[in-house]
């Protein structure tokens, strides 16, 4: 093996090698970076983790909003996601911001009861930002067009971010760090 092609291991984290994986295994359909002009977000009817009936656009409108797709029974990338969610939590909460939240969005409404996603909520620690929500059914494949789709997968692993309009500003790369989520955040 030439020395130019061999790889160090201990110098590579397990994030960054399921990362190339998944890049690798489910090319990106959606893009990312800044999404001009910026998209309204549609306004699909959602159950909180809490039971309270909502849609996305009154959830959304006043927050910086950082979005995710996910579904609670995942046990691939939907953890890494909750994790990358729960350090931009910490990032939040220390810095005293207000204003910004965090949305663990279902793809799975028939499993992703508010119960289950209080339980999901409560694995990773979430406090009152990072809501977690539910659609109804039909109203998947329109979240999934939306926020996007990779490969044969459900749904990306990237985070959308949302000004407090309600629309859509920016796409992060799949599996972004939360240093690259809190940037984009704060600008917002």
Same mark, same amino acid.
């Given at each position: *093996?030439?020395?130019?092609? &061999?790889?160090?291991?201990?110098?590579?984290?397990?994030?960054?090698?399921?990362?190339?994986?998944?890049?690798?295994?489910?090319?990106?359909?959606?893009?990312?970076?800044?999404?001009?002009?910026?998209?309204?977000?549609? %306004?699909?009817?959602?159950?909180?983790?809490?039971?309270? !009936?909502?849609?996305?656009? =009154?959830?959304?409108?006043?927050?910086?909003?950082?979005?995710?797709?996910?579904?609670? !029974?995942?046990?691939?990338?939907?953890?890494?996601?909750? !994790?990358?969610?729960?350090?931009?939590?910490? *990032?939040?909460?220390?810095?005293? %911001?207000?204003?910004?939240?965090?949305?663990?969005?279902?793809?799975?409404?028939?499993?992703?009861?508010?119960?289950?996603?209080?339980?999901?909520?409560?694995?990773?620690?979430?406090?009152?930002?990072?809501?977690? !929500?539910? =659609?109804? &059914?039909?109203?998947?494949?329109?979240?999934?067009?939306?926020?996007?789709?990779? +490969? +044969?997968?459900?749904?990306?692993?990237?985070?959308?971010?949302?000004?407090?309009?309600?629309?859509?500003?920016?796409?992060?790369?799949?599996?972004?760090?939360?240093?690259?989520? *809190? +940037?984009?955040?704060?600008?917002?």
């Amino acid at each position: *093996m030439k020395r130019a092609a &061999m790889i160090n291991v201990s110098s590579v984290s397990r994030r960054s090698v399921l990362r190339a994986a998944l890049l690798a295994a489910a090319p990106v359909i959606r893009g990312h970076g800044k999404i001009s002009p910026p998209q309204p977000v549609p %306004d699909i009817a959602l159950v909180r983790h809490d039971g309270a !009936a909502t849609s996305l656009v =009154p959830l959304v409108t006043g927050y910086a909003t950082a979005v995710q797709l996910m579904f609670t !029974a995942c046990t691939t990338t939907c953890p890494i996601q909750a !994790a990358i969610f729960q350090r931009v939590q910490t *990032m939040i909460q220390s810095l005293g %911001d207000r204003g910004v939240q965090l949305l663990s969005l279902s793809i799975d409404p028939a499993e992703d009861t508010p119960k289950a996603l209080t339980a999901w909520r409560r694995r990773f620690h979430a406090g009152s930002d990072w809501i977690a !929500a539910a =659609p109804a &059914m039909e109203d998947i494949p329109r979240v999934q067009e939306f926020f996007g789709k990779t +490969g +044969g997968a459900d749904h990306s692993t990237q985070v959308h971010i949302l000004n407090r309009q309600g629309r859509l500003i920016w796409r992060t790369f799949e599996l972004p760090t939360a240093d690259e989520v *809190m +940037g984009i955040l704060r600008k917002v």
